[in-house]
């Protein structure tokens, strides 16, 4: 690994760009679940389908009941930012990272101090109001919900949504076209903690990879392996501090 991470630790010191997209091997080092793969949440205790737009807008009172629950498995305890997290922040303070792109809703980034994140299934820390767009903090909702407000409502009197991407609902358009540029103008591309499986965040990589330099540290193979110039199969929660500490 010190080869790669000096090699890598290079690039970037000479890039004019560097992106990291993270995945869900960022986030479970928190404690967080992954949502897919044998021991995932969607194979192991919910349906996906219950949690389709499609079901929100017929069936809301229904869906904020098993939302209600799946925030509970999702997040059975307090979470905290991990060693990757801070990492990242960490080359982004040092002026070695331009942006976070992240395919998770938990807002650890944000939390552990990372300024320019692009999230790509939005945050579950927020809700937004159907009808006036208006943002706000779930936590409170949660509650609202628990104390068997169904469905919870916006003060303009408009349905409460989770602000993140449902199964049925299309990425948001301005985040997906800025990760797409940031992609493709990037000198350094590093995915991090994901299967690099899903679409459309899938598809940064290879964009990445025309014109950079791409950087893969995950556990498991992923389809861009073949075109990384370099594949860290180690805990990103030990490779990312490493990285951080061959950065001046």
Not at 136 to 145: G, I, N
Not at 153 to 177: N, T, W, Y
Not at 213 to 239: K, Q, S
């Amino acid at each position: 690994m010190d080869e790669d991470l000096d090699r890598l630790a290079s690039a970037i010191r000479e890039a004019g760009s560097t992106v990291a997209l993270t995945g869900a091997g960022v986030s479970t080092a928190s404690g967080i679940p992954d949502f897919r793969g044998e021991s995932g949440i969607w194979e192991t205790r919910f349906d996906p389908a219950d949690f389709r737009i499609e079901r929100f807008l017929s069936d809301p009172t229904g869906f904020w009941d098993d939302r209600l629950d799946l925030h509970e498995a999702m997040f059975p305890a307090e979470v905290a930012p991990n060693p990757a997290h801070d990492a990242l922040a960490a080359m982004e303070s040092a002026g070695h990272l331009d942006a976070v792109i992240t395919q998770n809703t938990d807002g650890l980034h944000q939390r552990a101090g990372s300024e320019r994140v692009l999230e790509l299934h939005g945050n579950a820390q927020r809700v937004v109001c159907m009808d006036c767009g208006r943002r706000s903090d779930a936590a409170p909702v949660r509650e609202r919900v628990r104390d068997g407000e169904l469905p919870p409502r916006c003060v303009c009197g408009g349905l409460l949504k989770p602000d993140v991407v449902l199964f049925g609902e299309s990425l948001p358009e301005v985040i997906l076209a800025d990760a797409r540029r940031r992609a493709n103008e990037s000198d350094v591309f590093l995915a991090v903690g994901s299967s690099l499986s899903v679409e459309p965040a899938a598809s940064l990589p290879s964009a990445a990879a025309r014109n950079g330099f791409l950087a893969i540290c995950n556990l498991d193979p992923t389809p861009h392996d073949g075109r990384a110039a370099i594949v860290l199969r180690e805990d990103v929660t030990e490779a990312l501090p490493a990285l951080v500490g061959r950065l001046p």
